[in-house]
């Protein structure tokens, strides 16, 4: 693989996450307007945080023996799931919390799926010393979808147009499904999956054992519970 795919996957990356921001500024919206209390609000946002729990362990134990370019399909195919399914019920007024909660499920397990994957296809396509810049380039991408894709909900709320936000969610999910068909495929894994539990442990394990991974991964528990 060449460093000439990193953009191919940069554009997959930056386009699941527009998807997800999209939707995790709207969904509450919904709610709030439709005049759901705080209970209902909460379990419909946590129902995004749960996909990020349940999802990424599975796909973080399988990423390295399954090939990444089809675990990243199946996560922008979710998020074009999830915005079909939120924009479908909008229209036909039967965005109940129910509704919008497995919305939230389907879109944020899709952005763990690619995340987790390009995490793991980042060193085929850049050399180790050029890593940290090319992690400040996915960073900022996402960064910056979490500083517009408010923006433009908030517009579109305010002014009746919430089935254009799906709309652009969907347009994400789209967008990133294209990407990762451009994506070179990938050499077969050269050793077998083990068992989820045992790779799980072992991560634990491996991550427990290294300083810096072990500030990293607490860092991420306290950002996350706040």
Do not use: K
């Not at 709207?26 to 005049?35: D, K």
């Not at 195919?77 to 499920?105: D, K, N, P």
């Amino acid at each position: 693989m060449s460093t000439g795919s990193f953009p191919t996957l940069a554009s997959a990356w930056i386009s699941a996450h527009a998807a997800d921001q999209v939707l995790l500024a709207l969904l509450p919206l919904l709610l709030t307007v439709s005049g759901a209390d705080a209970t209902t609000v909460s379990l419909v946002v946590a129902a995004h945080s749960a996909a990020w729990l349940i999802v990424s362990l599975p796909v973080g134990a399988y990423a390295d023996a399954l090939p990444r370019r089809q675990i990243m399909r199946a996560g922008a195919i979710a998020i074009i799931a999830g915005a079909t399914t939120g924009a479908g019920a909008m229209a036909m007024g039967r965005a109940s919390a129910a509704v919008l909660g497995l919305v939230s499920f389907l879109v944020a397990a899709g952005v763990v799926m690619i995340v987790l994957s390009a995490f793991a296809l980042l060193p085929r396509f850049i050399a180790r010393p050029d890593l940290a810049r090319s992690n400040a380039v996915l960073e900022f991408g996402r960064a910056l979808t979490c500083v517009i894709a408010p923006l433009v909900v908030a517009y579109l709320v305010a002014r009746g147009a919430s089935v254009v936000a799906f709309g652009l969610a969907l347009l994400g999910g789209i967008a990133a499904l294209l990407a990762t068909a451009q994506l070179p495929a990938e050499p077969p894994a050269t050793s077998a999956a083990l068992p989820m539990m045992q790779a799980i442990r072992e991560g634990a394990a491996f991550v427990a054992r290294e300083p810096l991974l072990r500030a990293i991964a607490l860092c991420a528990i306290a950002w996350n519970s706040a």
